[in-house]
């Protein structure tokens, strides 16, 4: 079956500018994760959405960035008024959100965004 | 702070050998395991999952965890140039950060014929 996707593949965006980067997951899997992967600061834990419960945001870095799930499927991750330092790879990963842990998250292809 | 530290590397070993990746963990209650792997431009891949103490084999793959040591690792055996890539090692604490997993910084391995 088909895997997580993600668009755009990449995105080029001028400072102050809103960008939005779309995930949907694999079929069936209730949890959607968000990622963001930077040079300096490696694989960061952005969002998490489990079901129809109340997403936990915990890792959002500003209040510029924000994300839905609409259906309990498609993803939207939203940055407002871009800055240089929010370029990198933004990575969507889903998984089956069963009770009692031990999740294995399937990754997306990511969306490069460079803002200039 | 959750912190998940990997072994700084870069790491070359010759094809055939083994490779040993490693990964130490801050928090004590930590309860799932993995090991990505990512190639140069693509996304992580998973390569293994461990949720017990010991080891867990998959192929020329083994990981091993010890939770008293608070450390994980990844043993390749047969390296081929194929394995040659960033692996991730990646954390899920489990009870209230469930579902958030915490990466260390990675380490590139490199596998010369």
């Known amino acids: 079956g088909a895997g997580v996707s993600q668009s755009p593949s990449n995105k080029v965006t001028e400072k102050g500018k809103d960008v939005e980067l779309r995930c949907d997951p694999i079929?069936?899997?209730?949890?959607l994760y968000w990622y963001r992967q930077s040079l300096g600061q490696g694989l960061e834990f952005l969002i998490y959405?489990?079901?129809?419960?109340?997403?936990?945001k915990s890792g959002l870095p500003s209040d510029r960035f924000s994300a839905e799930r609409t259906g309990g499927s498609v993803s939207t991750l939203t940055i407002q008024r871009t800055q240089q330092e929010d370029s990198a790879v933004y990575l969507c990963?889903?998984?089956?959100?069963?009770?009692?842990?031990?999740?294995?998250?399937?990754f997306g292809p990511g969306t490069r965004l460079l803002v200039l | 702070q959750k912190e998940v530290e990997q072994n700084s590397g870069p790491l070359s070993v010759p094809e055939g050998a083994i490779a040993s990746l490693n990964c130490t963990y801050s928090?004590?209650?930590?309860?799932?395991f993995f090991w990505y792997r990512q190639y140069s431009g693509k996304s992580p891949e998973l390569i293994m999952s461990?949720?017990?103490?010991g080891d867990k084999e998959d192929g020329r793959f083994t990981a091993q965890l010890n939770k008293a040591s608070q450390y994980v690792s990844l043993l390749i055996r047969d390296s081929q140039p194929s394995d040659s890539a960033t692996y991730l090692c990646?954390?899920?604490?489990?009870?209230?950060?469930?579902?958030?997993?915490?990466f260390g910084q990675g380490t590139i391995l490199t596998v010369h014929p």
């Open positions: 990963a889903s998984s089956l959100g069963l009770a009692g842990g031990h999740e294995t998250q399937y």
């Open positions: 079929s069936g899997h209730t949890a």
């Open positions: 959405f489990q079901g129809n419960s109340a997403p936990d």
């Open positions: 928090d004590r209650v930590s309860q799932s």
């Open positions: 461990i949720y017990s103490n």
């Open positions: 990646a954390v899920d604490a489990g009870g209230t950060s469930y579902g958030k997993l915490t």
